[in-house]
């Protein structure tokens, strides 16, 4: 069984929230940045003592710190913050008189007690992330003469997007705060691998013929996805 705890251990670049993991799944100790939270993951195999951990957290202590460092601002979703959609820049704005969330003028409007705006502005994102890539990941799935067990969204922390063995095809949900030609792309990859489980050249191939933006979107997240990833 898989179990966690974390704590805030001291770095050569100050404070940071350490959790750890322990997984049955897991081979060897490793670390990572978590860049959605801007916290430290150290995960230990289920025999493995928190004190070969701490060993590999020390031995990086200056990497880690340099990470967290180089991440970005967290954006709350709060009124006022400026966030993307689409790839376009909106400013969330609180109105008590809306219904409901709605996008008017380069803003984003959202109804409602004030205590429950960031809650409402997620959901409208995953609503319009779960309508504009099941939209795409269909028209893709139809180009190549595929068809998906199912498509859903999520709030993945690793990846944009992911295909099960079951067919089943899921995108984060930020994907819908970058530009189309990215959503594009990933909902192409995604599509390729129900016919190729691998990242081989026919796989590649493949995502040629569903979309012509691979080189652009990959360099794109590459550069603004750590972004998206504090944003909300």
């Given at each position: 069984?898989?179990?966690?705890?974390?704590?805030?251990?001291?770095?050569?670049?100050?404070?940071?929230?350490?959790?750890?993991?322990?997984?049955?799944?897991?081979?060897?100790?490793?670390?990572?940045?978590?860049?959605?939270?801007?916290?430290?993951?150290?995960?230990?195999?289920?025999?493995?003592?928190?004190?070969?951990?701490?060993?590999?957290?020390?031995?990086?202590?200056?990497?880690?710190?340099?990470?967290?460092?180089?991440?970005?601002?967290?954006?709350?979703?709060a009124d006022g913050a400026e966030v993307p959609l689409h790839g376009?820049?909106?400013?969330?704005?609180?109105?008590?008189?809306?219904?409901?969330?709605?996008?008017?003028?380069?803003?984003?409007?959202?109804?409602?007690?004030?205590?429950?705006?960031?809650?409402?502005?997620?959901?409208?994102?995953?609503?319009?992330?779960?309508?504009?890539?099941?939209?795409?990941?269909?028209?893709?799935?139809?180009?190549?003469?595929?068809?998906?067990?199912?498509?859903?969204?999520?709030?993945?922390?690793?990846?944009?997007?992911?295909?099960?063995?079951?067919?089943?095809?899921?995108?984060?949900?930020?994907?819908?705060?970058?530009?189309?030609?990215?959503?594009?792309?990933?909902?192409?990859?995604?599509?390729?691998?129900?016919?190729?489980?691998?990242?081989?050249?026919?796989?590649?191939?493949?995502?040629?013929?569903?979309?012509?933006?691979?080189?652009?979107?990959?360099?794109?997240?590459?550069?603004?996805?750590?972004?998206?990833?504090?944003?909300?």
């Open positions: 069984m898989d179990s966690s705890l974390s704590e805030i251990l001291p770095l050569p670049g100050g404070p940071a929230r350490i959790e750890w993991r322990r997984s049955a799944r897991a081979r060897r100790v490793s670390l990572r940045i978590d860049p959605r939270d801007g916290h430290v993951v150290v995960t230990l195999p289920p025999r493995a003592a928190r004190t070969a951990g701490m060993a590999l957290l020390m031995d990086h202590a200056d990497w880690v710190s340099a990470r967290l460092a180089a991440l970005p601002g967290a954006v709350p979703f376009i820049a909106h400013r969330i704005r609180h109105d008590a008189a809306a219904r409901t969330v709605r996008v008017a003028a380069g803003e984003i409007l959202v109804g409602g007690a004030a205590e429950f705006l960031a809650r409402r502005v997620a959901d409208f994102y995953r609503g319009e992330a779960r309508r504009q890539l099941s939209l795409l990941a269909l028209q893709k799935a139809e180009l190549a003469a595929l068809r998906p067990r199912r498509v859903s969204v999520k709030d993945t922390r690793s990846r944009w997007g992911s295909c099960a063995a079951d067919r089943s095809l899921s995108f984060s949900w930020r994907l819908v705060m970058a530009p189309a030609f990215v959503q594009d792309y990933v909902a192409a990859h995604e599509v390729a691998h129900l016919r190729h489980m691998n990242h081989g050249p026919r796989f590649w191939a493949l995502v040629g013929q569903l979309t012509p933006h691979t080189d652009t979107a990959v360099a794109w997240l590459r550069h603004e996805g750590p972004r998206l990833l504090r944003i909300g």
